[in-house]
């Protein structure tokens, strides 16, 4: 089977929610933005997951206090100069497993569906496509699956502009997959998308 490798960004200030992101509790304390994105890569069946961290380098402890040993963090001491130098510092650290693709998902999107999951790795597994990503419409969410074949694309990107410019160099080829999962394209970088986040997670009829 072909291997495919997990990274979970998590290296950044969370300057406008004022606190580690990361940490933020869900339905209740333990279960944390991060605990709960990475049980539902595990729960789709991912061998393994990369926390990369940076501006927290202790979160994996208070966000994931019963640590799964499937899990591990590596710490990205430059990674105030941006997303790309995380990805980076995920794949430098999954390089001895010799992936043949890289997912790559962001802990403040915490509440995709490991179904959504499953079939970003299925349709790359049917297609070998360079880039995996779900869509609604022209919306464009996470996580998002490298093959290998831009691995050395991402390497040489410039920092500043991140890695949308490869994303843009593959348009023609790569796969916007369509899914019916808001998880996937709900993030959280302030109080106010936080709180409606909790809001969303609340049934209807509960409203």
């Not at 160099?169 to 394209?185: K, N, Y």
Request: charged letters at 25%.
């Amino acid at each position: 089977m072909p291997v495919i490798e997990t990274i979970v960004l998590a290296a950044g200030a969370s300057s406008r929610m004022g606190r580690s992101k990361a940490a933020l509790p869900l339905s209740h304390a333990a279960d944390t933005f991060l605990k709960r994105l990475g049980s539902t890569l595990l729960e789709a069946g991912l061998p393994r997951l990369t926390i990369v961290t940076g501006a927290f380098p202790d979160l994996l402890a208070s966000a994931w206090p019963d640590h799964d040993r499937r899990v591990r963090a590596v710490h990205n001491p430059h990674w105030s100069s941006g997303q790309l130098s995380s990805i980076l510092a995920g794949l430098d650290a999954v390089r001895a497993g010799d992936p043949d693709a890289l997912l790559v998902a962001l802990v403040d999107t915490p509440l995709v569906r490991a179904t959504t999951v499953r079939a970003l790795i299925d349709a790359w597994r049917a297609t070998r496509a360079p880039i995996v990503r779900p869509c609604r419409g022209d919306q464009h969410g996470h996580p998002v699956l490298f093959d290998r074949a831009l691995f050395a694309e991402l390497r040489a990107a410039d920092p500043a502009r991140g890695a949308k410019p490869v994303v843009h160099a593959h348009r023609d080829t790569l796969i916007d997959l369509a899914v019916d999962d808001d998880g996937a394209f709900r993030d959280a970088d302030t109080p106010d998308d936080y709180a409606a986040m909790l809001r969303a997670m609340v049934p209807s009829s509960e409203r």
